[in-house]
C-alpha cells in the first residue's frame, strides 16, 4: 500500500515532442504528490506539486493530470527540450505539519530528449 | 528555497570502515532527512533527525548501522558505520520548510565500497 509505481522506466523523445510520465498509488491517505527532476550528479529539485482537489496544474511547460478515482497521476512536459533530458521521480506522501519528508518516490524515469 | 551543502561529495572506502557526511543548510530548519539511493534506484528515506531529540529510522535502518547527529538546527551529520559493498549508494540530505510543503535536496555524496 506504501509503494508509487511508476512508468515507463526509460522515455526517449525527439525534441519539441511531449513527453508523458505515468505514476499509480494504492494508499488512498496519501495527499500531495510532487515530481522531482533530477541531473547526474545532483540531488533531486522539485518541479511541480499537485494536491488532490485539483485535477490538473501547470506550470510552464509542465502539466500534472491528476485522476483520484483512478489513483493515477502524470507529468507532461510539453515542447520537450533536450536540457530536460535528466531522471523524473513521482511521488506521495500524507502531509502532516507542512513538512513533507517522508515521501515515497517512484523508481524514476530516464528521459532523453533527441534533437 | 533553502541551499544545502553536502560533505564529502565522494568517497571510496574499504570494507569494516565508517564514513561520517556533513550537511548544512543555509538557514534554520526543524526537520532534516536522510535518503539512500542506490545504483538506478529510487530514494528511500533512511531516518528523520530533528534537532534536539533522538533521529527517527524508517523500516530496514538502524541507528548502529547509520547514526545521525543534529546538533543545531542547520547542520547533520550521517554515518555509514561498518560498511560492505552493499552500502554503495547516493546519500542525500534534504530538509523540508515549516511553512510549505517543499522538501530540498542537498547534492549528494556519492559512496563507492570496496
Known amino acids: 500500500q506504501q509503494q508509487v509505481k511508476q512508468s515507463p522506466q526509460s522515455l526517449i523523445v525527439q525534441k519539441g515532442g511531449i513527453s508523458i510520465i505515468n505514476c499509480a498509488y494504492e494508499n488512498t491517505a496519501f495527499d500531495y504528490f510532487p515530481w522531482y527532476q533530477q541531473f547526474p550528479g545532483k540531488g533531486p529539485a522539485l518541479l511541480i506539486a499537485?494536491?488532490?482537489?485539483?485535477s490538473e496544474k501547470k506550470e510552464g511547460r509542465f502539466t500534472i493530470s491528476f485522476n483520484k478515482s483512478a489513483k493515477q497521476f502524470s507529468l507532461h512536459i510539453m515542447d520537450s527540450q533536450p536540457g530536460d533530458s535528466a531522471t523524473y521521480f513521482c511521488a506521495a506522501s500524507k502531509s502532516y505539519g507542512g513538512s513533507q519528508g517522508n515521501l515515497i518516490f517512484g523508481k524514476g524515469t530516464k528521459l532523453s530528449v533527441k534533437p | 528555497s533553502a541551499v544545502i551543502s553536502q560533505k564529502p561529495s565522494r568517497d571510496i572506502c574499504q570494507r569494516g570502515t565508517s564514513l561520517t557526511i556533513q550537511c548544512q543548510v543555509d538557514s534554520q530548519v526543524t526537520m532534516m532527512f536522510w535518503y539512500r539511493q542506490q545504483p538506478g534506484q529510487s530514494l528511500t528515506l533512511i531516518a528523520t533527525?530533528?534537532?534536539?531529540?533522538?533521529?527517527?529510522?524508517e523500516s530496514g535502518f538502524v541507528i548502529d548501522k547509520f547514526p545521525i547527529s543534529r546538533p543545531n538546527l542547520t547542520f547533520s551529520t550521517l554515518t555509514v558505520s561498518n560498511m560492505s559493498p552493499e552500502d554503495s549508494s547516493i546519500y542525500l540530505c534534504s530538509v523540508g520548510t515549516d511553512l510549505n510543503e517543499k522538501l530540498f535536496f542537498g547534492s549528494g555524496t556519492q559512496l563507492s565500497v570496496l
Open positions: 499537485i494536491r488532490p482537489d485539483v
Open positions: 533527525a530533528n534537532q534536539g531529540s533522538e533521529a527517527t529510522y
